[in-house]
């Protein structure tokens, strides 16, 4: 993609620009924008825009003045000038600049586009007609485009024998990405390249990708181990002090420059520690741990143990296993693919749990959750297994929330049960099965939630109908018994006297 730069004193009228044009459909990308010259000069030092359009009459420095010193440090960049009437012969300066167009004010839509067409076109003929860089040739070199023997290096400005790659990734890439942050990740990119050059003599800085950065080092000057690791400590160091991100870094052993692909293939294979070290850490070849990867065998026997502990809700057994698995891929350097898909695995296993209690899981991690997506955005093995830990401790939360609901509308029922069949000779035991709760774990919530137990609320449920039925006119005594659940007219009496302090024929007499 093109990188264009916006450049004008009136908020309004970037807008205007920013979201007028379809940017990505001319091959271009709006990484910037500033509202007067010398912001933007400083912008254009991190960026290194390809295209900047801009305003001529501006507070501080103009747009010619701008201009003339952009081109200073990024000789290729191109102009399209935006002017006023009154300003036109002052737009003459801008062919001193060589802008590839300039604007009369109002834009017109039409010449906007056209002039960022020409501008884009401008662009891609340089690429394709300028000379490769020494940057590019050594990308090509380590990634095996390019053979030494092909190439004479010192006439293409590459004065290497024994070198050292490092391998650097901008441990912010994912978040920034996530963001669209694209203007924060160039800003970062520049500055960790400045500081690089800045403190590191006669090294190459090689871009290999938005997130990875290569520096190859001469190692006939630093040869030896204790003065590559200060070396590279101190730009670690300054990066993290002097930019709103840290870095980790990968080092290969020492190669004559004809094997530089080897050593940038050290270099990333170092770098992939950064699951097993974290971020912001320096990982070397040599330490690599080569020991064979672990077998599944060992860890699906731990995983169906943790299964059965997330089931009954054992939040310890569950973090001591998890723990386990991890511990056992990180000791054994497994890859980050079965890493990740162990992580995505066991993930997918707990919501199934979820299913069998009839929780949706967007309910508790969002419609927009994707276990796929967030496994592939963590980077280091402590990341994993902290995600992974979240979602089951979240699972086993909402698993037991379900479960007291449950419990509670089971005790509910039992009681609405009790309230409409006491007439009945009905039993716990039977309430029990019907509401799906257990004999007496539902004795004891009746207990908590009435204050009296089970057959005391049915004894009581059962006299106060009696007493309501004993007020009728021309009753008698069993039928009242048998109405209220009492086959046995001898015991409805027993309980009725022990109730109310009176006989049923008491009663009777007294009402």
């Known amino acids: 993609m093109i990188k264009v730069m916006i450049v004008d004193d009136e908020y309004l009228a970037r807008q205007v620009m920013k979201q007028t044009i379809e940017w990505e459909k001319y091959k271009c990308r709006l990484c910037a924008e500033a509202s007067n010259g010398v912001e933007a000069v400083e912008i254009a030092k991190k960026i290194r825009p390809d295209i900047v359009i801009t305003d001529i009459n501006m507070p501080g420095k103009d747009g010619i003045e701008m201009a003339k010193e952009i081109k200073n440090f990024n000789p290729e960049c191109n102009f399209i000038v935006i002017t006023g009437y009154d300003e036109f012969e002052y737009a003459r300066a801008a062919v001193k600049i060589s802008a590839v167009d300039f604007i009369l004010k109002p834009i017109d839509e039409d010449e906007f586009v056209s002039s960022i067409k020409k501008a884009v076109k401008d662009v891609e003929k340089k690429r394709e007609t300028c000379n490769i860089t020494s940057e590019k040739i050594l990308l090509n070199m380590m990634r095996g485009k390019i053979q030494i023997k092909e190439l004479d290096l010192e006439s293409n400005g590459i004065y290497l024998n024994n070198i050292v790659i490092v391998n650097i990734k901008n441990d912010s890439y994912e978040n920034l990405l996530e963001n669209d942050n694209v203007f924060e990740l160039y800003s970062q990119n520049g500055h960790i390249i400045q500081i690089i050059k800045e403190n590191i003599k006669d090294c190459y800085v090689i871009e290999c990708h938005e997130d990875k950065l290569a520096i190859i080092l001469k190692a006939d000057e630093i040869g030896r181990s ?286």
């Open 226 to 511: 204790l003065d590559i690791h200060e070396c590279i400590q101190n730009v670690k160091d300054l990066v993290e002090k002097k930019t709103n991100t840290t870095i980790s870094l990968g080092i290969s052993n020492i190669f004559n420059i004809n094997y530089i692909r080897d050593a940038y293939e050290q270099s990333k294979e170092a770098l992939k520690n950064r699951l097993y070290f974290g971020k912001n850490n320096i990982m070397y070849y040599d330490s690599i741990n080569f020991s064979v990867n672990g077998t599944r065998v060992n860890i699906e026997q731990n995983e169906r143990e943790l299964i059965l502990s997330i089931k009954a809700c054992d939040k310890v057994k569950v973090e001591k296993r998890l723990s386990k698995i991890y511990e056992y891929m990180k000791e054994n350097r497994c890859s980050t693919y079965f890493i990740k898909q162990v992580s995505i695995e066991l993930v997918l296993k707990v919501l199934n749990i979820l299913a069998d209690h009839n929780i949706k899981e967007d309910k508790i991690f969002g419609k927009q959750f994707n276990v796929y997506k967030n496994a592939d955005t963590l980077s280091t093995i402590n990341e994993l297994y902290s995600w992974v830990l979240k979602v089951m401790l979240d699972v086993i939360r909402n698993i037991k929330i379900s479960m007291i609901e449950k419990e509670e509308n089971g005790v509910e029922r039992a009681i609405q049960y009790i309230k409409s069949n006491y007439c009945s000779d009905i039993t716990l035991s039977e309430i029990s099965s019907k509401v799906y709760l257990n004999e007496s774990y539902l004795s004891r919530k009746i207990k908590q939630r009435l204050g009296i137990n089970f057959k005391e609320y049915l004894t009581k449920l059962r006299m106060e109908k009696a007493i309501g039925l004993l007020n009728k006119p021309n009753i008698r005594v069993s039928e009242v018994a048998n109405q209220v659940g009492y086959m046995d007219y001898r015991r409805f009496t027993s309980n009725f006297k022990k109730y109310t302090g009176y006989s049923p024929s008491e009663f009777l007499k007294i009402k």
